[in-house]
């Protein structure tokens, strides 16, 4: 009975984990969509930095009360972090400037191949067919409700390369920082959330006006528009949260497929909320499919051999009496 308790604890906080990023993250963007949408604040880099300041001043609030324990995570370490999470960020905001919407969501859809790709060469990962062939299904599914028209530019290409691999390079980051340091999700934050805080807000209203040619500091902030800010500042320190404790217990590959499963919901929910224009045959169809394919995904990947990581050791006695407990087998 203890191992099956145990598998089914473990069960119930991830799928508490997952929960808590799926509230946190489709509510953000209900709450953005709002703010720059109906009231016109397009100021989404300055913005960025401000959620981390907030989340900042919530790890500090929680090492005071000693919910967070001291930990270590070298200076370069950080700036390499710091450096891949503001770049896509800033690729982002600008692939979406210089790309159609739908050459946008098929650049996001491309982060999860490049995570396969940097999973298989540094964390010696191997996927089964099934896992393959349910990732593929997710990424169609998505794309086939999702993607409208889909031009591309030199330049929009360059954003959404970069916006892309730095992306990818961010979130298989935070799961190699937090196995190497041994850092929790509330430590690596601390140290996280004060570096990209200050850099985001000394940078951001620069980028935002390139981008927008319009100046943060000369917006009208009227007492809705505040209301809102404050508000996204709010759902963000979950959603910064929740992204570090999804990625500590599952992989950046798992936290993308099952990321899309947001997409799905921002889309029921703006057809719901926003009116029905839009919602079509295709539309549903490609809902349909990414939503089996994220079931499917769910099932072969925590199969034996679904998805593991290849521990190369000397043979021997032992080792081969009990070699398929040296796999790392993750979901």
Request: net charge positive.
């Given at each position: 009975m203890a191992p099956a308790s145990k598998a089914e604890r473990k069960a119930v906080l991830d799928a508490g984990a997952w929960m808590f990023n799926v509230v946190t993250s489709v509510g953000?963007?209900?709450?953005?969509?709002?703010?720059?949408?109906?009231?016109?604040?397009?100021f989404a880099t300055t913005l960025t930095g401000l959620h981390f300041a907030t989340t900042t001043l919530m790890t500090l609030v929680m090492k005071w009360l000693g919910h967070i324990q001291p930990s270590y995570l070298p200076l370069p370490e950080l700036v390499k972090f710091v450096f891949f999470a503001n770049l896509s960020i800033v690729g982002m905001n600008v692939s979406l400037m210089?790309?159609?919407?739908?050459?946008?969501?098929?650049?996001?859809?491309?982060?999860?191949?490049?995570?396969?790709?940097?999973?298989?060469?540094?964390?010696?990962?191997?996927?089964?067919?099934?896992?393959?062939?349910?990732i593929v299904l997710v990424l169609v599914?998505?794309?086939?409700?999702?993607?409208?028209?889909?031009?591309?530019?030199?330049?929009?290409?360059?954003?959404?390369?970069?916006?892309?691999?730095?992306?990818?390079?961010?979130?298989?980051?935070?799961?190699?920082?937090?196995?190497?340091?041994?850092?929790?999700?509330?430590?690596?934050?601390?140290h996280t959330a004060p570096a990209q805080a200050a850099s985001l807000l000394i940078l951001g209203p620069f980028v935002d006006f390139w981008l927008t040619?319009?100046?943060?500091?000369?917006?009208?902030?009227?007492?809705?528009?505040?209301?809102?800010?404050?508000?996204?500042?709010?759902?963000?320190?979950?959603?910064?949260?929740?992204?570090f404790i999804c990625?500590?217990?599952?992989?950046?590959?798992?936290?993308?497929?099952?990321?899309?499963?947001k997409t799905i919901l921002v889309l029921t929910?703006?057809?719901?909320?926003?009116?029905?224009?839009?919602?079509?045959?295709?539309?549903?169809?490609?809902?349909?499919?990414?939503?089996?394919?994220?079931?499917?995904?769910?099932?072969?990947?925590?199969?034996?051999?679904?998805?593991e990581r290849q521990v190369y050791s000397v043979p021997s006695e032992k080792t081969q009496k009990s070699s398929q407990s040296e796999l790392d087998q993750k979901v």
């Open positions: 953000i963007i209900m709450v953005n969509k709002a703010l720059m949408a109906t009231h016109g604040f397009s210089w790309n159609s919407v739908g050459f946008y969501q098929i650049a996001k859809l491309c982060i999860i191949p490049v995570l396969c790709i940097l999973e298989i060469l540094f964390d010696k990962v191997r996927y089964s067919r099934n896992t393959k062939l349910s599914g998505v794309a086939v409700c999702t993607v409208t028209d889909v031009s591309v530019n030199s330049k929009g290409l360059l954003a959404a390369v970069i916006a892309v691999w730095s992306t990818a390079l961010q979130q298989h980051y935070v799961h190699h920082l937090q196995k190497k340091y041994s850092l929790g999700s509330f430590n690596l934050l601390g040619n319009r100046r943060v500091d000369t917006f009208n902030y009227t007492t809705i528009v505040t209301f809102f800010i404050v508000l996204s500042c709010t759902i963000a320190v979950g959603t910064n949260l929740s992204q990625i500590g217990r599952f992989t950046a590959v798992s936290f993308q497929v099952l990321g899309h499963m929910l703006g057809f719901l909320l926003f009116g029905k224009e839009g919602l079509n045959f295709h539309v549903v169809l490609g809902m349909i499919l990414a939503v089996i394919g994220m079931i499917w995904y769910g099932n072969a990947s925590s199969k034996p051999g679904g998805k």
